[in-house]
């Protein structure tokens, strides 16, 4: 019912009245509340249920975390200052879920990112979820269902990777490609930052995929996996063509074989031959802006 | 007599297999030929020698040596890697290619043309020419069209 404060204070001011008024009665508690609620010009008495709130007129230092006004806080650097502009950290998942969490599940190491990526630079990564499915599988139990995800993620200025992942919820699922994507960063070369530097023909299992290099203001023509991958990437003008299957998994894997690891550079070209390389489109036309 | 897709064979066959050196028939196509390839840079040398090694000094043909006259060439890998991946013929028997200089630049500019597929960077096709055998851009500096022999890359 009422605080230790609270009896303390009653305490105080009834002995405060026997003493003042010379009078042997003692007073019970809750006359003592009333006798102070009838007394003129009484003030209610403040009771302080969070440390630092008590004197009026004091504002409290909101740049510290406090319990009370900040429900879910945000995130502290070193000093226990708060940093506005990070995220909000949500309530955590059940416990049980950090037993059967694994290394991939986790959240990206900043040492292991390449190309010197930091936690911000991914922040601001494009994520694309392509491919989301529903697996089954058969055990003799029955059938176990399971969601599958294939995220792309990039920063279209040539980094990019993609990953899956698997779990029971599309969520999680998508968390985890995402986050094994993050891992599997890889750098594509780009003509001008915009195009590929040749024509390529790949294959994987059994997606034939033609690529060809295009003039500035041509755009991405081609299948909608492919033109997905191209944005993340930053490959503005692209042409490609499917041959075969177009199952979307092994057209997302072949794009991003063929793009990392089909592509000679003239400057490589030049140096096995023993030739100088000049641009003429940069040297005699003016670069491509 | 060997034709020109014969060498393409043998030079993308010897590039695949990694070999120092391969032996080519010693014939005036074939020579020419290789001769397009060591100025475009694909070769280190072009060489003539018997079936067993090139010659250290001049050894002129006579008709007792003429069997076993060969052309040796040096082939040459960058980074682990052939420089010359692919050599293939343009013009066959089956179905000979001739090209007229409007044509050629079209090839020069990646563009199709007769069916055949633009040149990508770093590509170079053979033709001869009046002015003899000549890669495709000396043979536009001339103005000169012919018959496309092949193309490498």
């Given amino acids: ?289 | 007599m060997p034709r020109h897709y014969d060498l393409c064979a043998r030079v993308q066959n010897g590039f695949a297999a990694r070999l120092r050196r391969i032996a080519v028939p010693d014939t005036k196509m074939n020579l020419a030929i290789s001769n397009v390839l060591y100025k475009e840079g694909f070769i280190a040398s072009v060489n003539r020698g018997d079936h067993v090694q090139p010659d250290t000094t001049y050894v002129p043909t006579t008709p007792d040596n003429i069997a076993t006259r060969r052309l040796w060439l040096e082939l040459k890998y960058n980074n682990d890697e052939p420089v010359l991946k692919k050599m293939s013929a343009v013009s066959k028997p089956s179905k000979k290619i001739v090209m007229k200089v409007e044509e050629l630049q079209n090839l020069a500019a990646g563009n199709r043309s007769q069916f055949i597929k633009g040149l990508q960077p770093g590509e170079i096709a053979i033709l001869t020419t009046n002015y003899g055998v000549l890669e495709l851009r000396d043979a536009l500096e001339k103005g000169a069209g012919g018959e496309v022999l092949c193309r490498a890359i």
């Fill in chain 1, 1 to 289: 019912m009422a605080s230790p404060a609270l009896w303390q204070r009653c305490i105080a001011a009834s002995a405060l009245a026997s003493t003042s008024r010379n009078v042997t009665r003692t007073f019970t508690t809750t006359t003592a509340v009333a006798m102070a609620r009838q007394r003129p010009g009484a003030q209610k008495p403040t009771v302080a249920r969070v440390p630092g709130l008590d004197q009026p007129g004091t504002l409290h230092n909101l740049s510290e975390i406090h319990p009370l006004l900040d429900h879910y806080p945000r995130k502290t650097d070193q000093d226990g200052h708060l940093n506005l502009e990070s995220p909000k950290l949500w309530a955590s998942d059940p416990p049980l879920d950090d037993l059967l969490k694994n290394q991939a599940d986790d959240d990206v190491d900043e040492a292991s990112l390449p190309h010197g990526l930091t936690k911000d630079d991914l922040r601001k990564f494009l994520k694309r979820a392509l491919v989301v499915k529903r697996t089954s599988n058969m055990t003799t139990a029955g059938k176990i269902p399971s969601m599958y995800a294939l995220v792309v993620v990039g920063n279209g200025q040539g980094i990019a990777g993609y990953g899956e992942g698997k779990d029971d919820e599309v969520a999680r699922a998508v968390r985890k490609a995402t986050n094994r994507a993050m891992r599997n960063l890889t750098s594509f070369d780009r003509y001008d930052d915009r195009t590929i530097y040749h024509d390529i023909d790949h294959k994987f299992h059994a997606t034939n995929i033609q690529f060809r290099s295009r003039p500035p203001g041509f755009g991405n023509r081609c299948n909608h996996y492919i033109h997905e991958i191209c944005s993340c990437i930053g490959i503005l003008d692209i042409s490609a063509k499917v041959w075969g299957s177009r199952n979307p998994m092994n057209v997302i894997k072949a794009t991003f074989e063929a793009l990392s690891l089909k592509q000679k550079l003239p400057e490589d070209i030049a140096r096995g031959r023993g030739k100088r390389v000049v641009d003429v489109q940069h040297t005699y036309y003016g670069a491509n802006e």
